[in-house]
């Protein structure tokens, strides 16, 4: 992996969380409190609970979790920098691989009705091969393609799933973003992780292994692995937000909001 790839990475990774802050911006301010938690309902389950997940891969203990009107939270034992970063962005890439389960789901549930289920076009970013440029225009396109290919049959049964997977892909795409709290904790464990990846990139320590090179083709492979997938997700996320981002945006303009 190259430095380019991995800044892109981050790059990627700091447009989904605005994109989500926007669209939860814009939701709470063309709706009434009530249908906004109405709204957010699966995304908030989504959101804590991948909190909750990560606390269990990293064997941190959890105190408490719970789900009320506001939302929810999730309390967790104090741990170490990195621990709480990775529990604290946990969201960012468990929101976003449940919109890759919704897509799935949408796109083969409907076909036991012989109905045409939902296309999504999750775009999954190659950061080694292409631009900055290149993967917005790529991003932009797969949204395109999701839309179109789901609305050609006014009226139909496609039609129809896909407004279903539009409201579910909204309610967890204004959910993906990191509460202040979250970021706040996860500050310190972030930075130290962005350097581990870079320190990683110049050292290539296990490059110096007789054999790692010409095995995987690439002195860090373990890097190279990890960004592969955590892209996918981002790449997932960006996509679902960018669905939902337009209509918020066209409705808060004609309400004047």
Not at 139 to 153: D, P, Q, R
Request: positive net charge.
């Amino acid at each position: 992996m190259e430095y380019v790839a991995f800044i892109t990475f981050l790059i990627w990774m700091g447009i989904l969380i605005l994109l989500s802050f926007l669209c939860n911006t814009l939701l709470g301010r063309i709706s009434t409190r009530r249908s906004y938690l109405y709204f957010i309902w699966l995304g908030v389950l989504v959101h804590e609970y991948s909190h909750a997940l990560a606390c269990v891969l990293t064997h941190t203990k959890i105190t408490e979790i719970k789900f009320d009107r506001g939302g929810g939270y999730v309390k967790h034992q104090r741990c170490n920098p990195l621990v709480n970063a990775i529990v604290s962005m946990a969201p960012l890439f468990g929101c976003s691989l449940f919109l890759l389960l919704l897509a799935w789901l949408f796109g083969i549930l409907p076909t036991y009705w012989q109905v045409k289920g939902v296309v999504f076009y999750p775009a999954t970013i190659d950061l080694n091969d292409t631009s900055f440029i290149n993967s917005f225009i790529a991003l932009l396109s797969a949204t395109k393609e999701t839309f179109w290919v789901n609305t050609v049959e006014l009226f139909g049964w496609t039609t129809l799933f896909f407004l279903v997977f539009l409201y579910l892909v909204g309610s967890v795409s204004v959910c993906i973003a990191p509460s202040d709290g979250d970021l706040k904790h996860a500050a310190w464990g972030l930075l130290i992780l962005i350097a581990l990846g870079f320190l990683v990139l110049w050292l290539k320590p296990l490059g110096y292994i007789p054999g790692v090179i010409g095995y995987f083709g690439t002195p860090t492979p373990v890097l190279d692995f990890s960004i592969k997938w955590l892209t996918v997700a981002l790449g997932t996320g960006l996509v679902g937000t960018l669905l939902i981002l337009p209509i918020l945006v066209a409705i808060a303009l004609v309400m004047g909001k």
